[in-house]
Each structure stands twice: as C-alpha cells, then as structure tokens.
C-alpha cells in the first residue's frame, strides 16, 4: 500500500515539474498548434492549464486519477444503486462506469428480468407472493474471509421490501435473493461477520412481525424489530434460508450495524433511534414523527453476542414466525444475548476500527464521534453493571463508563471509514465535510469541503482488519452546481479524494445517474479474478452448471411437446441457427438458445419484436425464454449487440400462423 502512496508522491512531485520542464522546451511549437484550435492537439501543459484555467494544484489531482487508455484501475468500487435498485461498478482512481448489475430491477441490456432464468431470480424476491421489480438498495457487503475481503460475493439489501441478494463476483451477476416475511423494512443490512458465516439484516420501521396486522396505536405490544442472520454457505454460494435465524427486538427504530472482528469478533453492534416510540399521527393530534423521535437524549446501540446466540438457536429455544427461527426478546435478555449501550442523539453510522477494538458512532444531532471500547462493553457486562432496563427488561450499560472518548466532528456526523495510519474518516452532513481525526488521541486532523450533502463515505478496503489508506469517495447526495444542467432530477456526486497526508485533496466529481447510491465498498483489483467466457458452452448464468436445455452446434431443432412448441437454437457470428420459426396463435412457446462462442467479448443479444423479451447471450451462456404466442403476425427476430461486420444480418423471422 506504500507503494501507491510514493507513486502519488512521485506524481506530485517529480512528474509535474517534468512534463513543465518538456513543455517549456516545445513552447513556441505548442503555442502554434493550440492557437489554431482551442485545446486541440499539439498544445502544451502551460497553456493548456492557462486557455483551461487549471492552477497546479488542478493537474496534480488530475494525475493522480487519470488512467490511460488500456491501463486498468487499481480498485474496483461496488456502489449501491440506492433507489434504481441496482448495483454500480467503478473502477478506482479514474472513476470510470464499469458496469451496472441487475438485482432488484430489470436490466434490459443484460437480458436481467426478460427471460426464464432471470425472472425465476426476480420471482424469488416476492413477498406475500407478490413480484417486485425495484429495490431501495443501501449497503453492499463484499464478502470476507479473516476480516479481509476476499472478492468472491457481494451481498446487497432491499431497505423498501425486506430482501437480500446474493451477486457471484466470478461473474458480476446476481444469483439468489432471499425475502423473509417477519419483518417489513429494514435498513442495518447488509453486513457481514468476518468469515461470511452469516449476512445481517434489521429491521428499520417496526411492526407486528410476520406480517400480521395490529392498529399503530397497539405500537409498544405489537410492533417489534429483529435482526436476521441470514446463513451463508460459501462453498454453493447460497444463503440457506433453513439454517437462517433471528432475534426480535424492541419496537425501536433499528439502523445501521457493524459485525464485530479480531477482539469483538462474535458481536454485533446495532443504532437505534426512536427509543421514544414515537409512531406519528400529525393528523390524529400527535406531533409529527421527526419531532416524536427526536426527544430523548440518548438512543440504544445493541450490543448481540451472536456467538451465544447461535447456541441458543441450536438448543432449539426459538420460536418459528413466518418460517423463520427467531429468538424472542424475553431470551435474549434470560440469556444475555443482548444489551444496550447509551449513545447519543439520533445516531446514525456505527463502525468498527479495523483492529476490531472500538466502536465509532455518528450522531445526527449531535456534534460528535463517539468511541466506545468494547473491552469496556464486555468488562460492563460480566460485571452486571447496570444503570436500568428498558421497558422490555434489556440491561442497559452506563455510557461514560463505556466510551474511550468522543471527538468533536462538526455538525451532523454520519459513517466512518479507516485508514492504516490510525486516522478515521468522518461524513459530516449539515457541514458538507469530510473530518480526519486521529484514533489514538480522538483529535480532529483536518477537514475538506465536500459537494453537497455528504452521506457515506468509503475508503480502499475500509470495512477490513487492514485498510488500505489509499482513495476516499464521498457519496454526496446533492450536486447543485456541479455539473451541466440536466433538468430538475439531478445526479448524484461522487467525489474522489486522496486522503493521504495533513491536508486532503480533492481529485475528481463522477455525476452517478443511477439512483441514489448509499454506501459502497471499494477492494482491491486483483483480489477479484471473473471468468472471461461461459465453459463449457451452454452454461446457466445463475447455477454455473450446464443447463438441461443447453444447445450443441449441429443440434439445432424444433419440437413440438404436449407443453408447447421447444425452439433448441444456437447463437454464432453471424446467424441463429434456426433462423425461421413458425408457430401457431395461442401456442406456449420454449426458446432455448445457446451462445456457442468462446472468445472474449463475442456478446449476441436476442429479442423478437413485440413480446417484451430480451436476452444477452455472452459467449458460452445459455438462454430459456417462455411466452405464449397470442398474436398472429410476422415478428422478426435479430442479435441486438453489433457483434460483426454482418451483425445486421445476424436476423430471421418467428411467424404466428392464424388459428
Ligand atoms: Cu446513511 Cu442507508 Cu447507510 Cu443513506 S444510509 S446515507
Ligand atoms: Cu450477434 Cu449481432
């Protein structure tokens, strides 16, 4: 990692004088050309940074996320697609997109939700049998091994309609997504433990669990929050629902978590706000919800010992609600599985220091970080010290008692990230700012404006035992002026920051399209290692097995079967194989189609007009597609990736004969 640092270094300082030094050498040559065009080739340095306006300060940032053509990025960065419910890939320093992800939403381009595979996937995230075809996605959780991540998954939650989805990095595609029904939002999700054994999600907004109904009014009986630990398997890739388990919580308003790792390992550390219970009403003589949650000075962090936990589980003193097992509060407490922790008004971020060891908390309306010390935490408890319970019989620690101290952040902090050299990264959010401020002695360092409205923000491997201390990304939620004007909906800005040294740098403003990108994680590029092709050919994307329907070159047929007429075709450079298919009106048709391909990047896609259906056929992969023929007509049918010169004519027809 100091390898990258005396890069910049050298950057900063060694290349610029140089390439002013060569400028200065071509001047009068350079001054021809770029008067002749206004920042056209042949320009110089110096004049290009005077026709442009850029001071040093501007190049020096430049060079450091500037990528040239063929050259990867160092780390991949995996954003959330906040409300578009989809994920992000971008390449770090130079910002580029590299992908979008379909997960909780439709992704036309990759076929995600237009054909059988696809929409099995979507299907599977129903609730109350419901389909949904969008997501409010917050926080994506690479997976870990050790504490370290590790590239082999990614985990991503649905704050709106309680869900989590399982993306395979060997391919950079979704695989499962799992709804429980106990809970209906959450929000504390997802967050891994240090080996992946178990996914986290909490939830937010309580309610009766499982879905029953009960009158607001009945909010402190009935309402309830949980937190589930989803089971992952890591060798078939899968969260197993039926090892999967919860504990109920109190009617609070659950909010972000951290799993604990190294000495906290086996803990997990919950927000809360709203331990007023506040459950609006303006309209019913209540005062409004923001004001209802706003009251007491001090909100909960839980504190679950998720170890003990799982033994509870296992000696069976669960209760099964909506299918799953979960914990009720009066055991957790018997058992001591969870305790609170006072902490500040209306807390928002919690994250654990990398060396596992403290727990840093944001508060909203509160001008501070708080550090609590875990070993305090632990000692607080096995000594019972308790300063009372809340109105469910949860022990609650006294907080001066279990803080390590608080550092004054500014106004409205949110989430931390870390670096290797003992330094936090606070998001302050009224102030629009990124603080630095020291772990060991809780002293801010430096601070740097941001644009606009900070929420998260996230540092080079920065949720591991060892960041990297490289790049920051603020995930400003407003970009005002930043960008040209695009109408009303404005993008949202990410905005690259070289974190390293006393004074932070502003480098680059990437404008992200794409919903409202919460938290991402950002890992190292060579920690992620994706096949090139689908192998052998005929593969299903979603189980990397050969699908029973796979196709072989030479194969190709038409079948008619008492369920409907089965298409076997093969995709190549430049036809379909078969070319013409004819149906007749009402038939329930099988499109199975094969991509036998095997070189990189030999992408088809496929679509016949009219019936809403669309898939990407990446070398290798291996396409169902059903539909019920109901029109008659002609329909042509063509590749829509230009993937050859005869790509046009890579086409045929699918002909609906009259009844
Ligand atoms: Cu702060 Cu959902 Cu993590 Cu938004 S959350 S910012
Ligand atoms: Cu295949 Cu265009």
Request: glycine fraction near 10%; charge should be negative.
């Amino acid at each position: 990692m100091t390898s990258g640092r005396k890069w910049w270094r050298w950057a900063a300082s060694a290349l610029l004088p140089l390439a002013l030094a060569c400028t200065r050498e071509t001047g009068p040559e350079g001054a021809a050309t770029a008067g002749a065009s206004a920042l056209g080739g042949g320009s110089s340095l110096a004049e290009l940074m005077q026709k442009r306006g850029l001071n040093e300060a501007d190049v020096v940032a430049a060079l450091k996320t500037y990528t040239p053509s063929g050259k990867h990025d160092e780390y991949y960065l995996f954003a959330s697609g906040g409300h578009g419910g989809n994920l992000i890939v971008i390449g770090v320093p130079s910002m580029r997109i590299l992908k979008y992800i379909g997960v909780f939403t439709p992704e036309p381009w990759q076929g995600y939700g237009y054909g059988d595979q696809t929409m099995e996937l979507l299907k599977q995230g129903s609730r109350d049998g419901k389909m949904l075809t969008w997501g409010d996605m917050h926080h994506p959780a690479l997976s870990e091994s050790a504490g370290e991540y590790d590239g082999q998954y990614l985990f991503v939650n649905d704050k709106a309609n309680p869900r989590v989805a399982v993306v395979s990095l060997r391919d950079f595609a979704t695989t499962q997504i799992v709804a429980s029904e106990l809970i209906e939002s959450e929000h504390g999700s997802t967050f891994v433990t240090p080996d992946t054994d178990y996914v986290i999600e909490t939830s937010q907004y309580p309610a009766p669990l499982g879905g029953r109904y009960a009158d607001v009014t009945k909010f402190n009986d009935e309402y309830r929050g949980a937190t589930i630990f989803w089971k992952f398997d890591r060798a078939r890739g899968r969260i197993v629902p039926e090892e999967s388990w919860a504990m109920e919580l109190p009617p609070y308003m659950q909010d972000l978590a951290d799993a604990g790792k190294l000495v906290s390992d086996g803990y997990v550390f919950i927000n809360s706000i709203n331990t007023e219970r506040a459950y609006g009403g303006n309209l019913e003589g209540n005062p409004p919800l923001e004001s209802g949650v706003s009251q007491n000075d001090m909100d909960y962090l839980h504190v679950i010992n998720w170890k003990k936990a799982e033994q509870v589980v296992k000696a069976g003193r669960t209760k099964v609600i909506a299918g799953m097992r979960v914990i009720a509060l009066e055991t957790a407490v018997a058992e001591g599985l969870l305790h609170f922790v006072p902490e500040p008004k209306s807390p928002h971020g919690v994250d654990v220091t990398p060396d596992g060891k403290d727990i840093v908390v944001g508060g909203k309306l509160d001008t501070h970080a708080t550090v609590f010390s875990f070993e305090k935490i632990k000692a607080l408890i096995a000594a019972n010290t308790f300063v009372g319970k809340d109105p469910y019989g949860v022990p609650i620690l006294p907080f001066q008692e279990a803080i390590r101290g608080q550092c004054e952040i500014g106004l409205g902090p949110l989430h931390t990230q870390f670096d290797n050299e003992g330094f936090a990264y606070t998001s302050v959010f009224i102030e629009s700012k990124v603080a630095k401020w020291s772990l060991k002695d809780l002293k801010l360092v430096d601070k740097l404006s941001t644009h606009y409205n900070i929420g998260h923000l996230v540092a080079a491997e920065g949720d591991t035992v060892s960041p990297d201390g490289r790049f920051l990304v603020a995930m400003n939620k407003w970009a005002i002026d930043r960008f040209a004007p695009v109408g009303p909906l404005l993008p949202q800005n990410f905005q690259l920051i070289d974190p390293v040294g006393p004074k932070m740098q502003m480098l680059y403003d990437a404008p992200i399209p794409l919903g409202e990108p919460h938290y991402a994680q950002m890992i190292k590029a060579d920690k992620i290692k994706p096949v090139e092709i689908y192998k052998p050919a005929g593969m299903n994307a979603l189980t990397h097995e050969k699908d029973p329907f796979a196709v072989e070159g030479g194969k190709e047929r038409i079948e008619r079967k008492p369920d409907g007429v089965h298409v076997y075709m093969t995709a190549v450079r430049s036809h379909f194989t078969p070319d013409i298919i004819r149906v007749k009106q009402g038939d329930t048709v099988h499109l199975h189609i094969t991509n036998i391909e095997q070189a990189k990047d030999a992408t088809h896609g496929f679509t016949v007009g009219s019936q809403n259906i669309h898939v990407s056929l990446e070398p290798g992969k291996h396409a169902n597609v059903t539909f019920v023929a109901d029109k008659p007509g002609v329909y042509p049918m063509y590749c829509t990736e230009f993937c050859s010169a005869l790509h046009l004519e890579m086409a045929g027809y699918f002909l609906v004969e009259p009844k």
